[in-house]
């Protein structure tokens, strides 16, 4: 059995997502609702629960002032063990936040699927020993450039921060992603490469093959030879589909 609070102040959308929670997440018990970080602050403490369902925005501020205040309040090791779903109307900001630092969110209304998914995902967090402070990366992104932002990639055994700059390039393996960094060892995380190619393109990565995404600053040259193939720093060499070769030159004019 898992325990749970909701942090929500829609009274409507409150009363709906403890009926959808009851009814598809029995393993879930829920312990306490409120609709403010003061209130949330205090009975996160005092509860302690292993999950925490918590709105985007409350009536006296954000969840990610709410955030700030957990992290000052509670030692490390429980501000560690926190497990938050977020849920929020449609933000893209606020989601591509989330979706860098790999944590769990839920759009409204609740679908039921969603929320089961994010329960079990909650479930097996439970498990993991070890893992970085996805919500220490949650807040220090919201305040950092986007040359110094960092992106929390998950896999079956960790969670590794990366530097998104240090990224060279990601390769597709069937439903799978392949990362290539400037000194760390590959990383294969679950997820396709059209997922990253939507995150990462405005940090200047351009998907240049199907198979392919590479970080422009990380491109040596463009060689002629052949049907032609980008020539990384690192050495490798990435091929370019017929389809994007003109789209891709004229980017590589421009670095």
Same mark, same amino acid.
């Given at each position: 059995m898992l325990s749970a609070v909701i942090i929500e102040d829609e009274k409507k959308f409150l009363s709906a997502f403890k009926s959808v929670l009851g009814t598809n997440c029995p393993e879930v018990k829920l312990l306490g609702d409120c609709g403010s970080i003061g209130e949330a602050r205090k009975m996160i403490a005092d509860i302690k629960p292993d999950i925490i369902f918590l709105d985007i925005q409350l009536s006296d501020g954000n969840a990610f002032d709410l955030l700030k205040l957990l992290d000052s309040d509670l030692p490390r090791a429980d501000f560690n063990k926190l497990c938050i779903i977020f849920t929020t109307a449609f933000n893209q900001f606020a989601i591509q936040a989330f979706?860098?630092?790999?944590?769990?969110?839920?759009?409204?209304?609740?679908?039921? *699927? *969603?929320? &089961? *998914? %994010?329960? *079990? &995902? %909650?479930?097996?967090? &439970?498990?993991?020993?070890?893992n970085p402070n996805q919500y220490k990366v949650l807040l220090d992104n919201m305040s950092r450039t986007d040359s110094e932002k960092k992106i929390c990639l998950s896999t079956m055994n960790e969670v590794r921060i990366c530097p998104v700059e240090e990224i060279t390039r990601c390769e597709s393996e069937h439903n799978y992603t392949k990362f290539y960094f400037v000194k760390d060892k590959s990383l294969m995380v679950s997820k396709t490469l059209k997922d990253y190619e939507d995150l990462l393109r405005e940090f200047g990565f351009e998907r240049v093959h199907q198979s392919h995404l590479v970080n422009l600053k990380h491109i040596k040259s463009y060689i002629k030879k052949e049907n032609g193939f980008i020539l990384m720093k690192d050495g490798t060499e990435v091929p370019i589909s017929r389809r994007k070769k003109e789209h891709v030159l004229e980017i590589l004019k421009k670095l």
């Open positions: 979706r860098f630092s790999a944590v769990d969110y839920l759009l409204k209304p609740i679908i039921s *699927e *969603e929320l &089961k *998914e %994010a329960v *079990e &995902k %909650a479930k097996n967090l &439970k498990l993991v020993k070890g």
